[in-house]
């Protein structure tokens, strides 16, 4: 029979301790992983973060390409020309003051250029249809899938859906809906931020 009164020897105080030390690295061992699950991964912060984009290289007429939350993301800098277009298509296009709300276009962006600086149009490049990707067609070139009087713009290849060249959707198409407006403001005259307005 052990006498409780008497203390508990070095060595064994030793081992309690020891095991206690193990057992609490072991749980903040399983806990680490566990918890970190809650958090957002890098990838996932990195595809909803807003990209940085340089225009000053952009030759009039020219569109670059960027990606922003996975979706490909058109700059293009119009041309006094391709600006004018937008008086032909104005009375063919379906919504032509972007008033439809299935994808809200900014405040900025709610005038005949769908932009805030008129040279640059910022629009994601997937079709409301059925989410292709349109393809540039600037110039009609005698394209048989466009009409004789093609003043620029985009067409969906899938369904023949078209776009003028604010991202404004023709009359009688397949899609329903413009080009959506992403978020975007201007740092400076030769960068653009895609992702954020400016007021957030």
């Known amino acids: 029979m052990t006498d409780s009164s008497k203390p508990m020897?070095?060595?064994?105080?030793?081992?309690?301790?020891?095991?206690?030390?193990?057992?609490a690295?072991?749980?903040v061992a399983v806990a680490i992983p566990f918890v970190s699950t809650f958090a957002p991964s890098e990838k996932a912060k990195a595809a909803g973060a807003p990209v940085e984009v340089d225009i000053s290289t952009m030759k009039p007429g020219e569109l670059k390409r960027v990606e922003w939350r996975g979706k490909p993301v058109w700059v293009i800098r119009r041309t006094p020309e391709m600006l004018e277009t937008l008086k032909k298509t104005e009375t063919?296009?379906?919504?032509?003051?972007?008033?439809?709300?299935?994808?809200?276009?900014?405040?900025?962006a709610k005038n005949q250029y769908r932009s805030i600086n008129p040279e640059f149009l910022v629009v994601v490049g997937i079709c409301s249809h059925l989410g292709c990707s349109p393809i540039e067609k600037?110039?009609?070139?005698?394209?048989?899938?466009?009409?004789?009087?093609?003043?620029?713009?985009?067409?969906?290849?899938?369904?023949?859906?078209?776009?003028?060249?604010?991202?404004?959707?023709?009359?009688?198409?397949?899609?329903?809906?413009?080009?959506?407006?992403?978020?975007?403001?201007?740092?400076?005259?030769?960068?653009?931020?895609?992702g954020e307005d400016k007021q957030a």
């Open 9 to 23: 020897d070095a060595s064994r105080r030793t081992a309690l301790g020891l095991t206690c030390a193990a057992g």
């Open 25 to 27: 690295v072991g749980t």
């Open 92 to 108: 063919k296009v379906a919504d032509p003051d972007s008033l439809r709300t299935a994808y809200p276009t900014p405040e900025y």
């Open 138 to 194: 600037f110039d009609g070139g005698g394209d048989p899938s466009l009409p004789a009087d093609w003043a620029g713009g985009f067409l969906c290849p899938c369904h023949g859906s078209t776009f003028d060249l604010a991202g404004r959707v023709f009359k009688n198409k397949p899609a329903p809906d413009n080009l959506e407006v992403p978020p975007h403001y201007y740092l400076s005259d030769a960068r653009l931020l895609i």
